[in-house]
């Protein structure tokens, strides 16, 4: 078959073309590939012919003349766009983009405001953020998601349950607020850390699990201490343990993903940070530079900075919010680095 948009052949299981990236729109259902007697059926499954490329966002094999993913939809010239620095936009999909995961699709459906249109198989499942739920099938199951450390979750301000959604049938999710929605797929025996409050749906085979950031710092006014996380006080691991599986993030603004060498370090603002591979190691970094007398003392000219190690992948947001208690007199912190210019 033919792309109807820039004309250049695709196979007939692909969801996206090869050449520009375009989702292909089919009126009848693609027919399963013909298996003659001389030819074996493992034939079907075999990479394609030719040199071969890796799908940096989703792991599949595809060719390397292919310049977008015909399984993800993201692109595969990232090389290309990638910035002196070393930072690379998300992976751009089209609108209607259409990811698979098990035998069940998830289609981002919009621009500024996506929302992810999922069509859940009777065997597959997922679960999120109950103020995500934008619109349901009835005939989709919904059932709650105890979380462990029910106390501690509720001292952070983080939610106390997930919501489980159990097909067949669509339902729908969208954040009430501008951005990208961050498709992140997982591979078996991989993981992810994610910052709090960015989750918005992972599927049934993702395993769930939370963490202890170990970021703070304690300032003093008057008489009184207050104990600031920068990055929250907890961060959420979300592992594929034996298949693949899909996380959907929402971040405001643009996202940007860099991947760090062993031991490279990068400072980035602490409410910028969206996501990190759970090899890349962070603590706070202090700088201040040299402006002479002040009469408020040396805490109004600083910059405070989180430092993370690589090796792994970290991705930031262009949006942030300003860090509360930077500015202030800090008596005790986690541990940090500091430098004076």
């Not at 940096?56 to 939809?73: F, H, K, L």
């Not at 089209?94 to 035998?103: E, R, S, T, V, Y």
Request: charged content about 15%; aromatic content about 10%; glycine content about 8%.
């Amino acid at each position: 078959m033919f792309c109807t948009s820039c004309g250049s052949q695709i196979q007939d299981t692909a969801a996206f073309c090869g050449a520009c990236g375009t989702r292909v729109k089919r009126s009848d259902p693609v027919p399963p590939p013909t298996i003659t007697t001389h030819q074996p059926p493992a034939t079907v499954h075999q990479p394609p012919r030719g040199p071969q490329a890796t799908c940096e966002w989703c792991g599949a094999i595809v060719s390397a003349t292919q310049n977008s993913c015909p399984r993800c939809g993201a692109t595969l010239n990232a090389k290309t766009i990638t910035t002196e620095s070393g930072w690379a936009k998300l992976p751009g999909r089209k609108d209607m983009a259409k990811l698979q995961f098990g035998d069940s699709f998830c289609q981002i459906e919009g621009i500024y405001v996506p929302v992810a249109d999922m069509n859940l198989a009777l065997a597959d499942s997922v679960y999120f953020a109950h103020h995500v739920l934008l619109w349901k099938d009835p005939q989709i199951n919904i059932t709650t998601m105890p979380l462990a450390g029910a106390w501690k979750r509720m001292f952070a301000g983080l939610p106390l349950i997930m919501t489980q959604a159990q097909g067949p049938g669509h339902i729908a999710f969208s954040r009430d607020a501008p951005g990208e929605m961050v498709a992140l797929p997982i591979q078996p025996g991989q993981a992810v850390d994610v910052r709090e409050h960015l989750f918005m749906v992972a599927t049934g085979n993702v395993a769930y699990d939370w963490f202890s950031t170990n970021i703070w710092f304690s300032t003093r006014s008057g008489n009184e201490n207050e104990t600031h996380y920068p990055v929250g006080m907890f961060m959420d691991r979300f592992t594929a343990p034996q298949s693949p599986g899909l996380l959907l993030l929402h971040a405001a603004g643009n996202v940007f993903v860099r991947e760090l060498s062993a031991n490279q370090p990068i400072l980035v603002k602490p409410t910028s940070l969206i996501f990190k591979d759970p090899s890349v190691t962070m603590q706070l970094h202090f700088e201040r530079p040299n402006v002479g007398f002040s009469m408020w003392g040396s805490w109004d000219n600083r910059y405070m900075w989180l430092r993370l190690f690589g090796p792994g992948r970290v991705a930031v947001q262009s949006v942030f919010e300003p860090l509360e208690g930077e500015n202030l007199a800090i008596n005790s912190c986690s541990s940090a680095t500091e430098r004076s210019w």
